[in-house]
């Protein structure tokens, strides 16, 4: 039986491009749960939980260790947005009984962008040199540390934004989608590239979407 979570298994090959299983099934799942996203539907949670498993073993393969060390993050916080979403308090329960969207502008959001700017450099420091650190682990430099921590450090800030729907979670995941788009082209994981290539397109989508639908609340039932 072929190792699944070997990058180098090969699933099909299209174009002269050889297609992992690991790399087709954790675009496939990722791509649905964010679809599922930008319409605020909750069956987003499960399947992104499936997906980040199969990227776990992905970047690790391809030097991608604060990406790695996210697909963490994201197991337990997807659990989380999961139960976040189908639970809310009264006052905040739309018409569906399901979170409402709300709204995180001003200093709490300068605040916390910047709070993020400030772990990229801590983290990347830390993954520039985890060769050196820990080298019976990662054998090989770390890929793109300060812009792999960037985006690894927003995209748990845009996570917890989207757990609690925070309608500016879609402008964060479209700067993280422009700059992994980049990234995965030059390590050469072509889908998930193209993958995220999607991504900016439901990211708009997604901010459309959220947008209608807070602006058809209630002024009453719509705080900030």
Request: some cysteine; overall charge neutral; charged content about 10%.
């Amino acid at each position: 039986m072929p190792n699944f979570f070997d990058i180098h298994t090969i699933f099909f090959t299209l174009w002269d491009y050889p297609m992992s299983y690991l790399e087709f099934f954790g675009v496939l799942s990722g791509g649905i749960a964010t679809w599922l996203a930008a319409r605020a539907n909750v069956l987003t949670w499960p399947i992104a939980v499936g997906s980040v498993f199969l990227f776990f073993f992905l970047f690790y393969q391809i030097q991608l260790y604060p990406d790695m060390f996210l697909q963490v993050f994201f197991f337990i916080t997807y659990l989380q947005g999961w139960w976040r979403w189908t639970h809310p308090v009264a006052q905040e329960a739309d018409q569906h009984r399901e979170l409402r969207i709300t709204r995180l502008v001003g200093v709490p959001l300068i605040s916390t962008l910047l709070a993020g700017v400030a772990a990229t450099g801590l983290l990347g420091t830390f993954a520039q040199n985890l060769h050196t650190l820990f080298p019976l682990l990662f054998s090989k430099p770390s890929a793109f540390p300060y812009l792999d921590s960037f985006t690894s450090v927003m995209s748990i800030i845009g996570t917890f934004m989207m757990i609690h729907k925070k309608l500016e979670c879609w402008w964060v995941w479209l700067v993280i989608d422009l700059i992994s788009t980049y990234m995965y082209f030059v390590k050469g994981v072509k889908l998930v590239g193209i993958e995220y290539g999607f991504f900016c397109l439901i990211a708009i989508q997604g901010l459309w979407h959220w947008t209608r639908e807070y602006r058809s609340y209630p002024m009453q039932q719509s705080p900030n």
